[in-house]
């Protein structure tokens, strides 16, 4: 590839200030293994079902990193589902009662695995006239993968909100829902960056410097991990800078904003945050106001707060009337913290947490109940 590039500017501003010219060439940086896998999988990668693995939640994993799943084969009913789309073959996104079934009844078809945002699909098959056939469809979601997840509170739901649910199903906001799951994030699109003023980094940092580096939304302070801490635009306009309309949030925090699904959040920084507002709420009680020491997290609460990758689990806990849990509590033995619980009952010593660990077996020898998403969502709502 060739690129053509006008460093007259530059040179003439080095030459104001006298600088000396220095010599330095451009290379190729060599990509990572898992960034070329990242690459390779975005474009899809045909396997068998088997080659698939479930995680603690019941999410789809390849080679640890989050995928969906398609059958790009439509074979004669091609025709038909590039004319209604709705005809097509669906797209999976967990490990649900779909999937069990055809690997009990041992049919690994070829699927295609992906972390696309697009929501494009490339399939194939055959015309009206046997001759083969591609196309590029916008699949439809499966319904039985979101009732598994309880996604969007999919059991919960009437059958017009339930269509609401499939047909408003974003891929990208999907991923950005359980990234805690995952190491390792999907590709970034390039329009995420499109919009911001030049000057946009020193603005946010004044701003954020001006608001003492605490999120304007849960109160934490951020001055040991300021890359935690964002600078929102309210209206969501990001060329729109002024003060009225800017406003410091924790990455959680700004990751739940309506249409910031593009932000993707690992579980070590969610976990940090939980720790820092537990912290805070219990400095609070010591400090300032003794009313807090009755205080209990309210449905609303709990979801504002939590991981949303456990907010499927936090719905059905809703719906069928559990006590409210605490969110992101700290486990201690002694002074020291060895464990995290996503959603916990304290007095009962029941907890929840994204992925079962050495962690998980030591506040089992300690006395909790601890599971994970996918085992809550079995045995309490089976």
């Known amino acids: 590839m060739h690129f053509d590039v006008d460093f007259s500017e530059l040179k003439n501003l080095a030459d104001k200030i006298s600088a000396s010219e220095s010599k330095w060439t451009l290379r190729q940086k060599e990509l990572s293994p898992v960034e070329r896998f990242k690459i390779e999988l975005a474009e899809g990668i045909e396997l068998n079902l088997s080659d698939v693995a479930v995680n603690d939640s019941g999410l789809l994993t390849f080679k640890d990193l989050q995928v969906i799943l398609y ?3 439509h074979g004669v009913s091609l025709e038909k589902a590039l004319k209604v789309p709705k005809f097509g073959k669906k797209f999976h996104i967990a490990d649900c009662k779909t999937l069990r079934e055809m690997r009990l009844k041992r049919r690994y078809e070829r699927y295609v695995a992906t972390n696309d945002m697009t929501g494009n699909f490339k399939i194939y098959g055959t015309d009206d006239f046997g ?3 591609e196309g590029i469809l916008r699949l439809k979601v499966c319904q039985n993968c979101l009732e598994s997840l ?5 059991r919960n739901l009437q059958y017009i909100q339930k269509k609401r649910v499939v047909d408003g199903f974003d891929i990208h906001e999907f991923f950005s829902k359980y990234s805690s799951y995952f190491e390792y994030l999907p590709q970034k699109q390039e329009t995420e960056s499109f919009g911001y003023d030049d000057k946009w980094d020193q603005i946010s940092y004044d701003y954020r410097q001006s608001k003492n580096w605490e999120c304007e939304k849960c109160g934490i302070s951020l001055k040991d991990n300021k890359q935690l801490l964002h600078t929102h635009h309210i209206n969501g306009v ?8 800017l406003k410091a949030l924790c990455i959680d925090c700004h990751s739940k904003e309506p249409g910031h699904n593009y932000i993707f959040v690992l579980r070590k920084y969610r976990q940090l945050i939980a720790s820092l507002r537990s912290k805070l709420k219990k400095s609070r009680i010591r400090e300032q106001d003794k009313r807090l020491l009755n205080e209990s997290f309210q449905w609303n609460d709990v979801v504002d707060m939590a991981d949303p990758a456990v907010c499927g689990l936090i719905e059905m806990c809703r719906f069928h009337k559990h006590p409210v849990p605490e969110v992101g509590v700290d486990i201690f033995h002694g002074n020291s913290v060895y464990a995290q619980a996503e959603l916990a009952w304290p007095d009962k010593k029941i907890a929840v947490v994204l992925l079962k660990d050495n962690h998980s077996d030591l506040m089992v ?3 909790w109940k601890v599971y994970s998403v996918k085992e809550a969502m079995e045995y309490w709502f089976a």
């Open 365 to 367: 020898k300690r006395g």
């Open 238 to 245: 990001k060329h729109d800078n002024a003060k009225e309309n």
């Open 131 to 133: 001759q083969k056939k």
């Open 71 to 73: 059958i790009p084969d």
């Open 150 to 154: 309880n996604y969007k509170n999919f």
